[in-house]
């Protein structure tokens, strides 16, 4: 177990954790190259934003539902064995993609059915990984570890999309099919590299009763603490108008600009640097959590309304990746701040109860925002998701409980 200090060390003092953070950056690079190659390929079989809809929204609802289940697994049972058991699942569903896309015989339910597979696995591992970093670094180099986490996620995702739009221009998506495969056994090597992720002492799998008041303490701690449900039920809604402009960028560009997949993989890139430079500025900086949290959230909706009005697609893309930035940095800021207030002990249940309210808004926004696409047009769906973002923001600016927030 780490123990603390009172000058943190940098996070890559410890090679268990920097094992583990080499098989994730490799993770990155082909789940960068699948988010990219998959919408295009739903795209190019049905010419459907409402289908992109669905596959997104398919994509991130497990995180909502499964979390539950998830955190209790986090904090009962072998977590190294759990994370070792997702990425095996993960590694079958896309080996088979590759397969059936290769043969000629992936369709589109199997894309929905196989997405729902890889975010449940996802769900479970993401709940197994965030009560690691604390048990594997102790808490006071937290925030630093998600920062790396995340900025390398994000740089990697600055390569990826360009390499993958090239890829499926000239090749189609099986590239990117396989190379994803390939990189769930190389996080699984890294994983199984490490000798434990924790618990202490592995109780097993819970009982309905345990998993039950598992998820009654997770929402207990919830709503005991105000800042932290202010801001669940404020990302809930922030997820919901998001979806509904993000869903809708390849029909965007495809149809306001006559973009070509290598520019639509260019896009894609800029979007995830400038969430690399919003995590990096979050590590750096030490500002009033709750002032940033409220400017922050009221600068990414402004990144957002050049879309509606530009004929440029690079002011488009300078939106995005503007926006992105603070994104990045709120991501960043506020899983950093939800670590150091939870008890380690109760980490796990926590998140799960917290993702299921973050994220639960993310399919109907999806959806809704490809049904859009598809019937009032794309800038208009645009607009709609840039002054809903702003307008929140201005609502949200007048909770004292937030504004106060400086733990």
Same mark, same amino acid.
């Given at each position: 177990?780490?123990?603390?200090?009172?000058?943190? =060390?940098?996070?890559?003092?410890?090679?268990?954790?920097?094992?583990?953070?080499?098989?994730?950056?490799?993770?990155?690079?082909?789940?960068?190259?699948?988010?990219?190659?998959?919408?295009?390929?739903?795209?190019?079989?049905?010419?459907?934003?409402?289908?992109?809809?669905?596959?997104?929204?398919?994509?991130?609802?497990?995180?909502?539902?499964?979390?539950?289940? #998830?955190?209790?697994?986090?904090?009962?049972?072998?977590?190294?064995?759990?994370?070792?058991?997702?990425?095996?699942?993960?590694?079958?569903?896309? =080996?088979?993609? #590759?397969?059936?896309?290769?043969?000629?015989?992936?369709?589109?339910?199997?894309?929905?059915?196989? @997405?729902?597979?890889?975010?449940? /696995?996802?769900?479970?591992?993401?709940? *197994?990984?965030?009560?690691?970093?604390?048990?594997?670094?102790?808490?006071?180099?937290?925030?630093?570890?998600? $920062?790396?986490?995340?900025?390398?996620?994000?740089? %990697?995702?600055?390569?990826?999309?360009?390499?993958? /739009? @090239?890829?499926? =221009?000239?090749? /189609?998506?099986?590239? *990117?099919?396989?190379?994803?495969?390939?990189? +769930?056994?190389?996080?699984?090597?890294?994983?199984?590299?490490?000798?434990?992720? /924790?618990?202490?002492?592995?109780?097993?799998?819970?009982?309905?009763?345990?998993?039950?008041?598992?998820?009654?303490?997770? !929402?207990?701690?919830?709503?005991?603490?105000?800042?932290?449900?202010?801001? &669940?039920?404020?990302?809930?809604?922030?997820?919901?108008?998001?979806?509904?402009?993000?869903?809708?960028?390849?029909? +965007?560009?495809?149809?306001?600009?006559?973009?070509?997949?290598?520019?639509?993989?260019? $896009?894609?890139?800029?979007?995830?640097?400038?969430?690399?430079?919003?995590? +990096?500025?979050?590590?750096?900086?030490?500002? =009033?959590?709750?002032?940033?949290?409220?400017?922050?959230?009221?600068?990414?909706?402004?990144?957002?309304?050049?879309?509606? !009005?530009?004929?440029? @697609?690079?002011?488009?893309?300078?939106?995005?990746?503007? &926006?992105?930035?603070?994104?990045?940095?709120?991501?960043?800021?506020? %899983? &950093?701040?939800?670590?150091?207030?939870?008890?380690?002990?109760?980490?796990?249940?926590?998140?799960? @109860?917290?993702?299921? %309210?973050?994220?639960?808004?993310?399919?109907?926004?999806?959806?809704?925002?490809?049904?859009?696409?598809?019937?009032?047009?794309?800038?208009?769906?645009?607009?709609?998701?840039?002054?809903?973002?702003?307008?929140?923001?201005?609502?949200?600016?007048?909770?004292?409980?937030?504004?106060?927030?400086?733990?």
């Amino acid at each position: 177990m780490a123990t603390t200090s009172a000058r943190p =060390a940098s996070v890559f003092h410890s090679s268990a954790f920097s094992r583990f953070y080499a098989g994730q950056a490799l993770s990155y690079l082909g789940d960068g190259l699948r988010l990219l190659a998959i919408p295009l390929l739903v795209f190019r079989l049905t010419g459907s934003a409402t289908a992109i809809g669905w596959t997104w929204g398919l994509e991130l609802l497990p995180y909502a539902f499964v979390s539950l289940i #998830a955190g209790s697994l986090a904090d009962r049972v072998d977590r190294r064995r759990l994370m070792l058991t997702c990425d095996g699942l993960r590694f079958t569903v896309m =080996a088979l993609f #590759a397969v059936l896309f290769a043969t000629g015989h992936l369709v589109l339910w199997m894309i929905y059915a196989g @997405v729902l597979v890889l975010a449940t /696995g996802g769900a479970i591992f993401l709940g *197994a990984q965030t009560p690691s970093i604390p048990y594997l670094l102790g808490k006071e180099r937290v925030k630093g570890a998600v $920062a790396v986490l995340y900025a390398t996620e994000q740089s %990697v995702n600055l390569v990826a999309p360009p390499i993958g /739009g @090239v890829l499926f =221009a000239l090749v /189609g998506p099986l590239p *990117a099919l396989a190379i994803n495969a390939v990189t +769930y056994l190389t996080s699984q090597i890294a994983v199984a590299s490490v000798r434990t992720f /924790g618990p202490d002492k592995s109780r097993g799998l819970p009982s309905r009763r345990e998993l039950a008041g598992d998820i009654a303490a997770g !929402w207990r701690f919830l709503w005991a603490d105000k800042t932290m449900a202010v801001l &669940s039920v404020s990302s809930c809604w922030f997820n919901f108008i998001g979806s509904i402009g993000f869903v809708s960028l390849i029909p +965007y560009f495809k149809l306001a600009f006559g973009a070509g997949d290598h520019v639509i993989g260019l $896009a894609f890139g800029c979007f995830p640097a400038g969430a690399a430079a919003g995590a +990096y500025l979050a590590g750096r900086t030490h500002w =009033a959590f709750g002032p940033a949290m409220i400017a922050a959230y009221f600068l990414d909706g402004l990144g957002w309304l050049p879309l509606p !009005w530009t004929h440029s @697609v690079w002011m488009a893309i300078v939106g995005v990746a503007f &926006s992105s930035l603070c994104s990045g940095y709120v991501v960043t800021s506020i %899983v &950093s701040w939800r670590l150091r207030v939870i008890p380690e002990e109760l980490v796990g249940r926590v998140f799960g @109860v917290v993702r299921m %309210v973050v994220l639960v808004g993310i399919l109907p926004g999806s959806v809704l925002g490809g049904w859009l696409s598809d019937h009032v047009g794309v800038r208009t769906t645009m607009l709609i998701s840039a002054v809903g973002f702003c307008a929140f923001t201005a609502l949200l600016a007048f909770s004292p409980t937030l504004r106060r927030e400086r733990r």
